[in-house]
């Protein structure tokens, strides 16, 4: 079936969509080369079919998501990209869309900003079975990316994200809720999480920190902008890609981000865990988004005889291990340990809420995070000290 890639209101470029695998058969005239996606890339005015596709694919939901198979076999939908064109590919992270060609359809009317939208595939996906085959697949859930459970949920009259946690101790949500406590002490742009029960489970939930007129950029499709040379870090290659696209400075911003993984011995934060805010309409890049995905940390999935702050921890995205990535930050001096004061206090706090972690895994928890900022302080020290050294020729 022929589409045309929108941008809000703004034709992309033309293409056509195989109905039986929801995937991008050919690519056709391009409208609007500032719009084509990030990363995508146009050689001599034809979008790459293959990244194109690579990058329609990537909003759908991973096949790596807890309960999708289920979920699939409940809404009789064959694949997570077929459920993509059921919602037109839109989302409540950009503003691209698929408007089929024969169709009137304005991003006015449909657009999940300003509109309301089904909880269907949400609920379907938490496991609730509807109960007749009335439901509705137009959902920003069809959009959302991550391997842990989630829906979108209009509370209040704002857009919502409620996320899950993974095995037995279903971390995530207090670890989210521990790192924007972290974040709020230290004044780093970041999405505060509060957590929620659901029948009898706890769940995180965020505001969408994405409006109408904005839209998320991962790193991961600002990184495809370049080749990568074989000599050139990670960390300076994404610094290049982000300063040829003209995106302001927003290296103060990843360390600060960084640092938090640090002391939170964050596993995950990969390149479609961060990125930077653009504006929709006029393509002006508006800075690093806030720090949001921090769930993936402080041992969530280690039984409590593994919980090592010491331990050689696995980091991503430009070092392998944490005391190699924190290496690579160039500047603590804006880290002031006196705000932290208390902060093991405020998670012991914060998990004594939880039926799923019991006091021995409470106590390890905060001994844990209290090791890992007494760990930073001292990485701080020896910096200064270092420099103290250099400038006195010692
Ligand atoms: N508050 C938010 N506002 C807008 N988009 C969000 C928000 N939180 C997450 N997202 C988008 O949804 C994706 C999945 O959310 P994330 O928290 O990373 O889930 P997971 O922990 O399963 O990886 C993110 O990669 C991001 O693109
Ligand atoms: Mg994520």
């Not at 839109?90 to 657009?111: G, K, T």
């Not at 895994?361 to 200064?384: E, I, N, S």
């Amino acid at each position: 079936m022929k589409y045309l890639l929108m941008h809000k209101t703004n034709p992309v470029l033309r293409m056509e969509l195989d109905e039986g695998t929801g995937t991008i058969a050919s690519v056709g005239e391009v409208f609007a080369r500032a719009r084509v996606p990030v990363g995508v890339g146009t050689e001599n005015g034809a979008a790459n079919r293959v990244a194109l596709n690579g990058w329609w694919a990537g909003r759908a939901i991973p096949a790596s998501r807890s309960g999708l198979r289920d979920a699939l076999e409940v809404m009789q939908v064959p694949s997570p990209q077929v459920l993509l064109a059921k919602c037109y590919g839109l989302s409540l992270s950009d503003q691209y869309w698929a408007r089929p060609e024969n169709s009137n359809l304005r991003w006015e009317d449909i657009n999940f900003f300003d509109n309301a939208f089904s909880e269907d595939v949400g609920n379907i996906l938490f496991g609730q079975i509807p109960e007749n085959d009335t439901f509705s697949l137009l959902s920003p859930d069809n959009t959302s990316d991550g391997w842990l459970r989630k829906k979108w949920k209009i509370i209040g009259g704002k857009r919502c994200l409620i996320k899950g946690g993974s095995g037995a101790t279903r971390q995530e949500p207090y670890n989210e809720v521990l790192a924007s406590e972290i974040m709020r002490r230290l004044g780093i742009a970041h999405i505060p999480y509060t957590l929620t029960v659901i029948d009898e489970y706890p769940y995180s939930v965020c505001e969408d920190f994405i409006t109408a007129e904005t839209e998320l950029v991962s790193a991961w499709h600002i990184a495809q902008t370049q080749k990568k040379e074989n000599n050139i870090s990670p960390y300076s290659h994404f610094q290049s890609c982000c300063r040829a696209l003209g995106i302001p400075d927003i290296k103060e911003s990843i360390e600060k981000m960084l640092t938090v993984d640090y002391l939170i011995v964050n596993e995950d934060r990969h390149y479609n865990n961060f990125g930077v805010i653009r504006n929709a309409d006029t393509l002006e890049w508006m800075g690093f988004a806030p720090v949001f995905d921090c769930g993936t940390s402080l041992w969530y999935d280690k039984p409590n005889a593994m919980i090592r702050p010491l331990a050689k921890a696995p980091s991503k995205p430009f070092g392998s291990s944490h005391d190699e990535q924190i290496k690579l930050i160039d500047n603590l001096d804006w880290l002031d340990f006196s705000l932290l004061k208390g902060v093991e206090e405020a998670f012991f706090d914060i998990l004594s809420g939880s039926p799923f972690i019991d006091a021995a895994r409470r106590d390890a928890l905060c001994r844990g995070l209290a090791k890992r900022v007494a760990m930073l302080r001292d990485d701080k020290k020896r910096r200064a000290y270092e420099t103290d050294a250099c400038e006195h020729g010692g």
